[in-house]
Each structure stands twice: as C-alpha cells, then as structure tokens.
C-alpha cells in the first residue's frame, strides 16, 4: 500500500517567459508529476511523492524529496508569485499519527505553502 504526499502549485508567467524557460531544471521537471496550463500565462503544477508500505511516510523520505527542489520552488514563490498547497492524507490506511521532520515544516513555511490534511484513502 502506499502512502502520498502532494505538494501542489500555481503561479504567472512573466511576458516572454514559457513553461518550459522556468521549469528548466531537469531534476524539477521528472519530479512534476502534473502540469496544466490554466490559460493567460496561469499554470498549474503538482509534485506527488508515494512511499510503498512505510508506517510514518513523513519520516522517511519526504525532506529528501522536497529539498533538492526547494530553490527552484521557492524561486517560483519569488519571481511568478507561486502559491502552494502542501496535502497529506492521515488516518486509515493511512498513518496516524503523521509526523513531519521540523526542517521539512520550515521548508513548507518559507514557501507559505498552506497544509492540507484530510482522512480516508485515496
């Protein structure tokens, strides 16, 4: 069984920029698990991290998946006014309780990702 964790986002382009010139770094770009582009330079974005079978999916793996993005994330933040939703899903099947490392919060807090926890499977 596996266990998400979905960091998603939506930001403006600037006149002249594309996709494909913001999101340049490869690492980044595999990491996408969703693009949409929303129209009049609004796009969408969405990384999703699945941890088969770990009890606490927050304490494995997850600082590790955020941190190599973070500087391009956060420059997301800075230049196009990116606004992030960081969502966990707790309780049945999945673990509770959720815990998440202090560096990985910080990393959500200087995004100004807002969190999202809801019950239930997917």
Not at 34 to 57: F, H, K, M, P
Request: hydrophobic share 35%.
């Amino acid at each position: 069984m596996a266990n998400y964790c979905t960091l998603r986002g939506e930001f403006h382009l600037q006149d002249g920029d594309s996709f494909d010139s913001v999101i340049d770094n490869e690492a980044l770009r595999r990491a996408i698990t969703r693009t949409e582009d929303c129209g009049g330079g609004n796009w969408a974005i969405q990384l999703q991290w699945s941890c088969e079978g770990q009890e606490d999916v927050a304490e494995g793996d997850l600082e590790d998946d955020i941190s190599p993005h973070f500087r391009e994330l956060l420059s997301l933040v800075n230049i196009y006014g990116a606004k992030f939703e960081f969502q966990i899903v707790v309780g049945e099947p999945h673990p509770d309780p959720f815990k998440i490392k202090p560096q990985t919060v910080a990393m959500i807090a200087v995004l100004g990702a807002s969190i999202s926890a809801r019950t239930g499977s997917r």
